[in-house]
Nanobody
Framework: QRQLVESGGGLVQPGGSLRLSCAAS????????VGWFRQAPGKEREGVSC????????VFADSVKGRFTISRDNRENTLYLHMNSLRPEDTGIYYC????????????????????WGQGAQVTVSS
């Protein structure tokens, strides 16, 4: 059974850090680009970051550049989003997602291309 399960969310004070993990089962991650998306209360889901199959290409939303990093461990079938200098506006439900990709190309944050999604992890940044 193919499944993505996020973990590592929680409540953190502004300026703090969190690391989100996404455990992928039933997938061979070598054939997928990985994306992280988030949905804030009352807002549409937006792209946060992605990393391509090889890990050589990454993209970050302007709002998180310089604060978030993304990584993947294909052998462990685990994906990560490292979040630093968190702000209240980073609050939301964070989702990991996989995009099937046969070719080695840069990743993108077009949500329609991502076919497999996790259930999400809540991140709350508040004092």
């Amino acid at each position: 059974q193919r499944q993505l399960v996020e973990s590592g969310g929680g409540l953190v004070q502004p300026g703090g850090s969190l690391r989100l993990s996404c455990a992928a089962s039933g997938f061979t991650l070598d054939y997928y680009d990985v994306g992280w998306f988030r949905q804030a209360p009352g807002k549409e889901r937006e792209g946060v970051s992605c990393i391509n199959r090889s890990g050589e290409s990454t993209v970050f939303a302007d709002s998180v550049k310089g604060r978030f990093t993304i990584s993947r461990d294909n052998r462990e079938n685990t994906l990560y989003l490292h979040m630093n200098s968190l702000r209240p506006e980073d609050t939301g439900i964070y989702y990991c997602a996989l995009k099937p990709r046969q070719l080695l190309l840069p990743c993108d944050l077009d949500q329609d291309d991502y076919k497999f999604w996790g259930q999400g992890a809540q991140v709350t940044v508040s004092s």
